[in-house]
């Protein structure tokens, strides 16, 4: 596999790739359209372009330096031309050439790292800093990304959820309630206010695909980690009288392998359905939800 540090830009913070996906930015993005989300609305204003759905091979990381992004940037190395946007830097050589300093509540910097690509994932969480990263980040900053994605014309935008949008059914089964494994199709159910807000990005995210058009893919991630080895994490839930044992069983049946992810992260890119929804991790017995996929097309 190739290095994941790619030559796509020039330096931090500018946008000459003149290499990445040229032929689709010539076409379809020379004027972009601008796109806001409505707070109501009765019709639909769709940004979609006869390029579409699966084809390409760029993909932009917001929140790459994450755990998340720094996975799928290590996974799909070789197999996408990857860009990335951060506010951190990353890596042990110091600035990478394709790599872009900048917030996703930053428009013109989402803009400026989405122009070009075919593909974008949204990792970007904030909440290591509390309500305020969550405000800033899964509320405000998702809104921009969605109508940044819309606005340049991507073919998908992957976003990252959580399963703890249903989390309040694993509470249940912990309290010894009868329960049956959550599916995409079942009412959310937050067990705090970050899946409360993961929440309001699977709805902004679906808004987005319903009135632009434009293709998105909502993931339900379990447990990942930087080290794929679910008997070493130590951080997961632990519900009170919960023994060792059940710990590590709940964490083998959540978990999300970085092979794993790296297939699952491909088969939304290349779906071609309108809007998707699924949780992402094994479909071992004992996985509190189900593999189903929601899948909704624009008539």
Same mark, same amino acid.
């Given at each position: 596999?190739?290095?994941?540090?790619?030559?796509?830009?020039?330096?931090?913070?500018?946008?000459?790739?003149?290499?990445?996906?040229?032929?689709?930015? =010539?076409?379809?993005? @020379?004027? %972009?359209?601008?796109? /806001?989300? $409505?707070?109501?609305? &009765?019709?639909?204003?769709?940004?979609?372009?006869?390029?579409?759905?699966?084809?390409?091979?760029?993909?932009?990381?917001?929140?790459?330096?994450?755990?998340?992004?720094?996975?799928?940037?290590?996974?799909?190395?070789?197999?996408?031309?990857?860009?990335?946007?951060?506010?951190?830097?990353?890596?042990?050589?110091?600035?990478?050439?394709?790599?872009?300093?900048?917030?996703?509540?930053?428009?013109?910097?989402?803009?400026?790292?989405?122009?070009?690509?075919?593909?974008?994932?949204?990792?970007?969480?904030?909440?290591?800093?509390?309500?305020?990263?969550?405000?800033?980040?899964?509320?405000?900053?998702?809104?921009i990304v969605c109508e940044a994605a819309a606005e340049a014309r991507l073919r998908r935008l992957v976003v990252v959820s959580s399963?703890?949008?249903?989390?309040?059914?694993?509470? =249940?089964?912990?309290? @010894?309630? %009868?329960?049956?494994? /959550?599916? $995409?199709?079942?009412? &959310?159910?937050?067990?705090?206010?970050?899946?409360?807000?993961?929440?309001?990005?699977?709805?902004?995210?679906?808004?987005?695909?319903?009135?632009?058009?434009?293709?998105?893919?909502?993931?339900?991630?379990?447990?990942?980690?930087?080290?794929?080895?679910?008997?070493?994490?130590?951080?997961?839930?632990?519900?009170?009288?919960?023994?060792?044992?059940?710990?590590?069983?709940?964490?083998?049946?959540?978990?999300?392998?970085?092979?794993?992810?790296?297939?699952?992260?491909?088969?939304?890119?290349?779906?071609?359905?309108?809007?998707?929804?699924?949780?992402?991790?094994?479909?071992?017995?004992?996985?509190?939800?189900?593999?189903?996929?929601?899948?909704?097309?624009?008539?």
């Open positions: 596999m190739r290095s994941i540090q790619r030559k796509i830009s020039s330096g931090v913070g500018t946008d000459n790739r003149s290499g990445l996906s040229r032929a689709r930015q =010539d076409v379809s993005q @020379g004027s %972009p359209v601008p796109f /806001s989300l $409505p707070l109501s609305t &009765v019709t639909r204003n769709h940004c979609t372009t006869d390029l579409d759905g699966p084809g390409g091979r760029s993909l932009a990381v917001l929140g790459a330096a994450g755990v998340v992004g720094t996975i799928t940037r290590a996974a799909l190395a070789g197999r996408y031309e990857i860009t990335g946007l951060d506010t951190a830097q990353t890596g042990p050589g110091g600035e990478s050439p394709w790599w872009s300093l900048g917030s996703i509540t930053d428009r013109q910097a989402v803009l400026r790292t989405l122009t070009g690509c075919d593909y974008a994932l949204l990792t970007a969480t904030g909440a290591k800093a509390g309500w305020d990263g969550l405000k800033t980040v899964e509320i405000e900053g998702t809104r399963n703890h949008v249903t989390g309040m059914t694993e509470v =249940d089964r912990w309290e @010894g309630l %009868p329960t049956a494994a /959550s599916s $995409p199709q079942d009412p &959310v159910r937050p067990d705090g206010l970050y899946a409360s807000c993961k929440a309001f990005v699977e709805a902004v995210a679906r808004t987005t695909s319903e009135v632009s058009g434009l293709r998105v893919s909502v993931l339900r991630l379990g447990a990942m980690r930087l080290l794929d080895d679910p008997d070493r994490a130590e951080d997961g839930p632990h519900p009170p009288g919960q023994g060792d044992a059940d710990y590590r069983r709940r964490m083998r049946s959540v978990w999300m392998p970085h092979d794993l992810w790296a297939k699952v992260l491909m088969e939304e890119l290349m779906s071609t359905e309108t809007f998707r929804l699924r949780y992402a991790s094994r479909s071992d017995a004992g996985t509190p939800w189900t593999p189903q996929v929601l899948a909704w097309n624009y008539p």
